[in-house]
């Protein structure tokens, strides 16, 4: 994602175990020939993103997204298909990096009654003509 036309995603780690059966999907993933692989297409087509691929034995999969604003957030990829992987990349290419943040919150309620009072069906004014004075003072 873009904030003020300057893409936020600045590194995109893939961490995978070399042997382990949770990385299987992801070495194959690695492991396609040039002209089929998504990776070499995902790099191609944002070329701002420093894509860094790593083994980290003995430990579960999993693509790590580092922004601008210095946040980083961690997506474990054990035992998905291809898919979800290339899903995963997407989402943290589009994401802006920033925490969320809650807006607006819980409504605001107050123990006092409303002062114009509670409104009724009962209620037609329509036709009703009130005086109306101007009182100075």
């Not at 994602?1 to 995109?12: C, E, I, S, Y």
């Amino acid at each position: 994602m873009a904030t003020r036309g300057v893409p936020q995603l600045q590194k995109l780690y893939i961490r995978y175990c070399e042997h382990g059966g949770s990385s299987a999907t992801v070495r194959e993933y690695l492991s396609r020939p040039p002209r089929t692989s998504h990776l070499i297409e995902f790099a191609a087509s944002n070329p701002h993103v420093q894509i860094v691929v790593k083994p980290r034995n003995g430990h579960h999969p999993y693509i790590q997204g580092e922004y601008l604003t210095g946040q980083s957030k961690q997506i474990c990829v054990k035992n998905v298909n291809e898919k979800r992987i290339r899903e995963v990349m997407t989402m943290l290419r589009n994401t802006s990096g920033r925490k969320i943040v809650r807006l607006g919150g819980l409504a605001v309620r107050g123990d006092a009654l409303s002062i114009q009072g509670v409104w009724t069906p009962m209620l037609d004014i329509k036709e009703e003509k009130f005086e109306m004075k101007v009182v100075e003072g």
